[in-house]
């Protein structure tokens, strides 16, 4: 995993690149699908299901599983940590359940390293018989993988993605190459950083260049996070004060549901001033409201 300066560098640079999807050359498909947001557009309201929101984020991831369920096709979804690629992954499985077959698969520390860890996890979460035979059979699970998507065809999607090394998306991509035809698709989901890395390493070329459709998430708007806050019931909110909290959240979906709260279990019915917020915002990040 790479370090915290090499994170920030390369998020801050991949930045500039990622509404044009620029990032994916020169091995991306210059036919690519590209689904930018309308970061300026105003909502109301946002669609509520329960307590999850339906942000843009969550409909585009869901555009992104819709595209590559339906055409059999790779899809990569990249945002900042803490947007909600996770949740509206989550949500796209839970509204299409009965309809669409798919699979949520996390990436961690050793499954994001080892290739063979890596398959034979994925082979149990299948049903594979020999992902329990030994480190030296992940040939034979990851054959028996294959044939199983052939059978079963579903949607792969794969989170944290920026975990895995290049050697475990070769075998991403290679599954993928032996299923397609009969019906299976993938989807990543990841920071930006990937982004920096397709673009980057020679390694990730035969990936890159299978993407078929690629949302660059910029999470949560600033209309839209008014919009939640006030369906959350904090509707008597100073203006300075909702422009430090937006501040403070970033378009980060997890920032502001644990903002808000905060607010609302130790605020609740209070007028909401800058000053309240400023002390939200330093108990949770230490965040200092400038003098």
């Given at each position: ?101 798919s699979l949520l698969f996390e ?82 989901l990841a920071a930006p950083i ?98």
């Open positions: 995993m790479p370090g915290g300066n090499e994170v920030v560098g390369q998020m801050e640079r991949v930045a500039d690149l990622v509404e044009s999807g620029e990032v994916l050359a020169p091995g991306g498909r210059p036919e690519s699908v590209v689904l930018s947001e309308d970061t300026g557009k105003r909502v109301a309201r946002v669609e509520r299901h329960g307590a999850f929101y339906s942000t843009q984020t969550v409909q585009r991831v869901g555009e992104v599983c819709d595209y590559c369920s339906e055409n059999a096709a790779i899809g990569l979804c990249s945002g900042a940590y803490g947007i909600g690629k996770s949740e509206a992954a989550k949500f796209w499985r839970s509204k299409t359940s009965g309809q669409v077959d990436f961690n520390e050793f499954s994001g390293c080892n290739k063979v860890e890596f398959i034979c996890t994925l082979g149990r979460t299948l049903g594979a018989t020999k992902s329990s035979s030994g480190t030296q059979n992940g040939g034979l699970v990851f054959r028996e993988v294959c044939e199983s998507l052939r059978a079963n065809p579903a949607l792969l999607i794969f989170d944290q993605g920026e975990c895995a090394r290049p050697r475990i998306f070769q075998v991403v991509r290679q599954i993928h190459d032996a299923t397609s035809a009969a019906g299976v698709g993938v989807v990543i990937l982004l920096a890395r397709l673009s980057k390493m020679s390694d990730l070329g035969a990936l890159a260049s299978r993407i078929g459709i690629y949302a660059p998430l910029s999470g949560l708007t600033r209309s839209e996070a008014a919009a939640i806050i006030k369906a959350e019931g904090l509707t008597d909110m100073e203006e300075e004060a909702f422009a430090l909290l937006w501040k403070a959240t970033g378009g980060s979906m997890r920032r502001l549901m644990r903002s808000v709260d905060l607010l609302k279990s130790k605020h609740a019915g209070k007028r909401i001033t800058e000053r309240t917020v400023a002390g939200v915002a330093g108990h949770l990040w230490g965040m200092e409201r400038a003098a």
